[in-house]
Every structure is written in structure tokens, then in C-alpha cells.
């Protein structure tokens, strides 16, 4: 029984031994089985995305897997792009899918998504496409110089975090765009500003935008500024007097002579400039129009033209009584023998005309001037009457300018102004003088007070400071200094029938006369 025993426990022994070994050889066998799978694909579907848009990837193993399945690793080396870190393939399964997240690139890129088991590896790329235009507007596409438009791009998807950067360019200076621009962070929209400049003639500027190799190009006309508004204030003026007309534009004026001519239904009822000129980046100019006096009511209509476009404006004219030159006027007169003097006369509404005239004497005018300008008169004083007929006209700078023979054959040039007016002598002129002593050149302003500065410079050399006054009748007063050495004249100042103004002084002491001629600069 003993050595029964013993077998029967040998036996035993030797089963159990059996079975541990068979339980090792199988652990073994299944590790071996494990360790020999191997991942043979990746893939993505799709394969191309725009950044923001997910995809889906597949891993592939072979062989299927055992009954705890098999776990395989998951990489993308990528900020754009994200993936599980594993993913588990079930049981008898060959192959499993995962989530493939993207974010907003700033162009497009390829990403690969890497798949691991054990020292087996495969990859996939994926594409992820940067933003790309959906639209691009500019508002408006007509503008007038010196006026802004707007720019608006739009992309499919929304720009990455940091944002995104847009070119601009122009093709012409007349439209100056940014270099560049930034649409934001998660945003599909973005704008900038085109500033244009003032041109003199149409022109068409070409904005372009760029993103990656991909441009788009939209065409601005910019055209010169054109009349906007056009009127005169007063509306409505007296005969004889004066308005101010003032032209609008719709932008700033370009550089160079820019403005636009103006004409009037009635151009011998009104004084006014052939053409009004505009400043460089100004938008509106004024000028001054004034009225011949009329013995009808009359509505002057004044046209402005500029490029295509035409306004015009309305200028009522009162009238003046009976007789066109009624008023009150002050200024000189001049004759060939060298009399010189002032006026002062005034016109009733039937024609009747009244005043004085000073020269060398005081002399009392009478005498009528009736609607056409013809003029009679009766010059006297205790030394004896003298008579005149002639013709008075207003001159284009709204003088009433006339010439008259008295009856001993002697020219009369007598130029008067109103005396609401300013003074008519005031302005810069230029010219010469001479005398018994010396000659030379003479350069004079004469102020809207009457106040004279100037230079007299002889042909002998050295020059001399004019300094004086002069009133509204023509009376002179004149000081030139030289040397430490003053001289003072006085005379009178008058035009003559060529529109020069002519200046008789006399010395102090009676000893020397001066005659100046001058030219209106």
C-alpha cells in the first residue's frame, strides 16, 4: 500500500505539473500572438478639410484582434489638429475609427496623423485649407475725389486665433489703400478704407486683395468735383448795387486752375467775372457781381457750368427811378492841359444832375444826363460859365466813366464812383514820373482808406519813400523822403480815358510840379 500510495501521489505530482505547464505554453503562445499584430493603414475621410471643419480617420490592423481586443496609439504633430490619444479595437474587429478635430489655418497645410502598435507605425495626411474669399465689395464704386470708400472681404471660414492678414494694393495714386489688413480672430468678415484725392478728370483705379494665390479686383471711378449748389446773396438788390455769388461743390477742388466760367441772360445789367476760380482743396468760392443801374425791374438768370453739369441762379434787379444813373457819386476829373480835379455830384431820379468840381478853382455843376448817358452841363463860378456835352458810360469795373468837350473844344476825362462804393482809387500800381528837376520810376498801394505808400527810385540814382493819402474826390497829398530830407506836395489824382491814373503835385513852396503816371497792377 505504501508504495501504492506513493505512486498514485507521483502521478498526481506529474498531472499537476502537466497542467501548469500547458497554462504557461498557452500564456506564451497568446503573447506571441499579441506581439505579432502590426497597424498596415491609416485613413482620413475626408481627406481635404477647411480649418475648423472635423474629419474622420480609420486604423487598420492585421491580424483581428483577440478577445481583449488591442489599443493603438494615436499622434498628429500639428497646433491645427487634434486626435484621441488611442483608440481600442474591439474583439475579432480588424480596424476602428476616431474624431479628427481642426482649427482656422492661416494657408493651407498637411497635417499626417500617425497611427502606433508596438514598433509598427502608418500615417495619413490630412489637408486643412486656410480661409479662402467668399466675397469682395468696395461701397461705393463711383466717388468724387477727396472722398472715402469702403472695403469689405469676406472668407468661407472664420480666421485663425491670431487673425488674418489681407494685401491691398492700388494702381493709382488718386486712391490710397492700405498695405494690408486684419480680419479678426474667429471672424469671416473684415474692412479698411480707400481714401481718394481730388482729380481734374475721371479716373479709374483698380483696389486689389490677396489671400494666399488667390487675388480679387474691383474697378473705382473717382470723378472731379462737380456744382453742387449756386446762389447769390442778396437775392435781390438795388439798382447800381452788388451781390455776392457763391458756388458749391461736391468735393475739394484739385491743384491747378480749376473752376468753372459763369454767364448772365443779361450781361449788360450785371458786372461779373467770366470765370470763377476754386482753391486747391477748397469745396466753395464766393465772388462779387454788381449791377449797371436799370429803370425796369429785371431778373437776371446767372449759369455756372462745371463738367457735365449746369446750375443756375436768380438775381432780381430793382428799378432805379426814371433815370438809370440816379445816385450819389464823388471823383476827378482830368484835360489835356493838365487841369486836374475833383467831383462831387449827385443824379435826381428824373436826370437832374447837381454838384461841384475842384481843381484850381470851385466850380458849380448843373446840367441833366438822361437814361442813355447823355449829358449836358453848366460849369460856373464868379469868374465866368463855361458848358460841356458828352457821354457817360459805366466801365467794366462799374466806374461811371465820362468824356465831355466844353465849348472852347476842350476834352474833359471825368471818372466817378458811387459813394456806398470803395474807393476807387485803391489798388497797387506801377509807373513813372518826372518833373522840371529829375525822372524815374514810381511804385505805389494805395489803401481802402486812401492811405499811400510807395518808392520813387530817379534815373540819376538813389530812391526816395512816398508817403500820403488821397480821398475819394482825387484831392493828393504826397511826402517823399530821401536822405533824411522830406518833401511835401499836394495835388490831385484823376483817370484818364485809357483807365491810367494820373497824379499832378505840387511842392510846398509852389516851386516844383510832379506829374505820375500810372498803370493798375
Not at 498531472?15 to 502590426?38: D, E, K, P, V
Not at 483698380?206 to 473705382?220: E, F, M, Q, R, Y
Not at 484739385?254 to 477748397?282: K, R
Request: hydrophobic share 35%.
Amino acid at each position: 500500500m505504501k508504495y501504492a500510495s506513493q505512486g498514485i501521489l507521483a502521478s498526481s505530482v506529474a498531472h499537476g505539473l502537466n497542467r501548469s505547464l500547458l497554462a504557461i505554453c498557452m500564456a506564451i503562445g497568446l503573447s506571441a500572438f499579441s506581439a505579432a499584430q502590426t497597424v498596415t493603414k491609416v485613413t482620413v475621410a475626408p481627406a481635404s478639410v477647411t480649418g475648423g471643419m472635423p474629419s474622420t480617420g480609420t486604423v487598420s490592423i492585421t491580424p483581428k484582434a483577440g478577445a481583449d481586443g488591442v489599443m493603438v496609439s494615436l499622434s498628429v504633430q500639428s497646433d491645427f489638429a487634434t486626435v484621441p490619444q488611442s483608440v481600442s479595437i474591439a474583439k475579432g474587429k480588424s480596424s476602428a475609427t476616431f474624431a479628427i478635430k481642426t482649427s482656422a489655418t492661416p494657408s493651407d497645410m498637411s497635417v499626417p496623423i500617425t497611427a502606433s502598435l508596438s514598433d509598427s507605425h502608418a500615417s495619413a495626411n490630412l489637408t486643412i485649407k486656410g480661409p479662402a474669399f467668399d466675397s469682395f465689395t468696395l461701397t461705393p464704386v463711383k466717388v468724387t475725389g477727396g472722398t472715402s470708400l469702403t472695403g469689405t472681404v469676406k472668407i468661407k471660414s472664420a480666421a485663425p486665433a491670431t487673425g488674418l492678414s489681407i494685401i491691398v494694393t492700388s494702381n493709382s495714386q488718386s486712391a490710397i489703400a492700405p498695405e494690408s489688413f486684419q480680419i479678426p480672430g474667429g471672424s469671416k468678415v473684415g474692412t479698411f478704407s480707400v481714401t481718394t484725392t481730388p482729380v481734374s478728370s475721371a479716373t479709374i483705379a483698380k483696389i486689389s486683395v490677396t489671400l494666399g494665390n488667390t487675388s480679387a479686383v474691383i474697378p473705382v471711378t473717382i470723378n472731379p468735383p462737380t456744382l453742387t449748389t449756386f446762389a447769390f446773396t442778396p437775392s435781390t438788390i438795388a439798382s447800381g448795387g452788388s451781390a455776392t455769388g457763391k458756388i458749391t461743390l461736391s468735393g475739394p477742388a484739385p491743384s491747378g486752375l480749376f473752376g468753372c466760367p459763369i454767364s448772365a441772360t443779361s450781361s449788360q445789367d450785371l458786372i461779373l467775372p467770366t470765370f470763377v476760380s476754386i482753391n486747391q482743396g477748397e469745396s466753395s468760392a464766393t465772388f462779387t457781381v454788381s449791377s449797371r443801374p436799370t429803370i425796369t425791374k429785371k431778373t437776371i438768370v446767372v449759369t455756372a457750368k462745371l463738367g457735365g453739369k449746369t446750375l443756375t441762379a436768380s438775381l432780381v434787379l430793382t428799378a432805379a427811378p426814371k433815370n438809370p444813373f440816379m445816385g450819389s457819386y464823388v471823383g476827378s476829373f482830368l484835360q489835356p492841359d493838365g487841369s486836374i480835379g475833383g467831383a462831387t455830384i449827385g443824379i435826381a431820379a428824373d436826370g437832374t444832375l447837381s454838384g461841384k468840381v475842384t481843381g484850381s478853382s470851385v466850380k458849380t455843376v448843373s446840367g441833366s444826363i438822361d437814361k442813355n448817358g447823355d449829358t449836358n452841363l453848366t460849369v460856373s463860378n464868379t469868374s465866368g460859365i463855361n458848358t460841356a456835352s458828352g457821354m457817360f458810360a459805366y466801365t467794366p469795373k462799374g466806374l461811371l466813366f465820362g468824356t465831355l468837350t466844353t465849348d472852347q473844344n476842350s476834352t474833359v476825362w471825368i471818372t466817378l464812383n458811387y459813394v456806398n462804393k470803395p474807393l476807387m482809387f485803391a489798388g497797387t500800381y506801377s509807373g513813372t514820373f518826372s518833373n522840371a528837376d529829375s525822372s524815374g520810376l514810381v511804385t505805389i498801394s494805395v489803401s481802402a482808406s486812401g492811405a499811400i505808400t510807395g518808392t520813387a527810385t530817379p534815373q540819376s540814382g538813389g530812391s526816395s519813400t512816398l508817403k500820403g493819402a488821397v480821398n475819394s474826390t482825387g484831392v493828393v497829398s504826397l511826402s517823399a523822403t530821401s536822405n533824411g530830407k522830406t518833401d511835401k506836395n499836394s495835388g490831385f489824382g484823376a483817370f484818364d480815358s485809357e483807365g491810367q491814373l494820373i497824379v499832378i503835385v505840387t511842392s510846398a513852396d509852389g516851386q516844383s510840379t510832379t506829374t505820375v503816371t500810372l498803370q493798375k497792377m
